[in-house]
């Protein structure tokens, strides 16, 4: 995806097709209101553990965001893209532009059962309980080799919200995320990563659905030298594209972060541009204080 003049642009984004609230015209036309030159479309792949999606008839989806593309030709380039589940395949990916790579679920094959990552901090000590025997570490462990696994072996252009293990573990009630053996493991998947050729993605999601306070990745992991660091300017929203407040500044100069795309900090549907402002503004500039801070 390029960006030329106005250098606004946003990669992972989902629609009706997925998970998402606006149907594809409507994602696509909030991005040209609000000043995007670039959109790209990234609807999840299908699961096992989840309802049917749209990306399941790979034709007609691969169909839809190439009428999409011809449609919006002029007004803002449509980059045709998929968020590939580590446990999903994804056939036709060679007609796609990109392909995010993400782990949403652990599959307990004893069992039969998937334990989703990201819902709630009853389901990751379910998961911890069955999986692990009451170790939380060893829970995060997995996280980062299924994301490390899933890197080598799909090479993904880009890695989705890498560190999303610690979304319900914002009391620590999980692990303890400042362990010298968590940050290792993190840090070995973030090398895998790095091999694969992959880059990471600055994601709000956490932050706006009022999980944490911090956006993924985690600051440690961006404080390395910059030929591990390569941050897109690219960030999760689920009604529509944003511009990006203050809050990601501070974090993204630390990594040399030249370009933002999307902010989600209160998720305000298109048109709340006012509301949004009148929300965000305090959060946003808390925020950058307490990156500026930390980093």
Not at 127 to 153: D, H, P, S, T, W
Not at 195 to 201: C, F, T, W
Not at 261 to 269: L, P, Q
Request: glycine content about 8%; charged content about 25%; proline content about 5%.
């Amino acid at each position: 995806m390029t960006a030329p003049g106005r250098g606004l642009s946003a990669c992972h984004n989902h629609t009706q097709m997925s998970d998402g609230a606006l149907e594809l015209d409507g994602m696509v036309r909030a991005a040209v209101r609000r000043g995007f030159s670039d959109i790209g479309i990234s609807d999840h792949s299908c699961l096992a553990a989840e309802p049917p999606h749209a990306t399941g008839d790979e034709a007609g989806y691969i169909a839809a965001l190439r009428g999409a593309k011809a449609r919006f030709a002029g007004e803002i380039c449509v980059a045709a893209g998929l968020e590939l589940d580590a446990l999903s395949r994804f056939s036709a990916r060679k007609e796609l532009d990109y392909i995010i790579g993400s782990v949403h679920y652990l599959y307990d094959k004893a069992a039969d059962r998937f334990y989703g990552v990201d819902w709630d901090e009853a389901t990751a000590k379910t998961c911890i309980k069955e999986m692990f025997g009451q170790n939380g570490l060893a829970y995060a462990k997995a996280y980062y080799a299924a994301v490390a696994e899933n890197a080598l072996r799909t090479r993904p252009d880009v890695i989705g919200h890498f560190d999303l293990v610690v979304k319900p573990n914002a009391r620590g009630a999980l692990f303890d995320e400042e362990s010298p053996a968590y940050r290792a493991a993190a840090l070995e998947a973030l090398d895998a990563c790095c091999e694969a050729g992959a880059i990471l993605e600055v994601n709000t999601g956490g932050v706006f659905r009022g999980w944490r306070s911090t956006f993924y990745p985690a600051p440690f992991l961006l404080a390395r030298d910059g030929k591990r660091r390569c941050v897109p300017p690219s960030a999760q929203t689920p009604t529509a594209p944003k511009p990006c407040v203050s809050a990601l500044r501070p974090r993204a100069k630390c990594c040399a972060v030249r370009a933002f795309a999307v902010c989600g900090c209160c998720g305000a549907a298109p048109f709340a541009k006012r509301r949004c402002e009148k929300r965000c503004a305090p959060r946003a500039k808390r925020l950058a204080k307490n990156a500026s801070a930390v980093l």
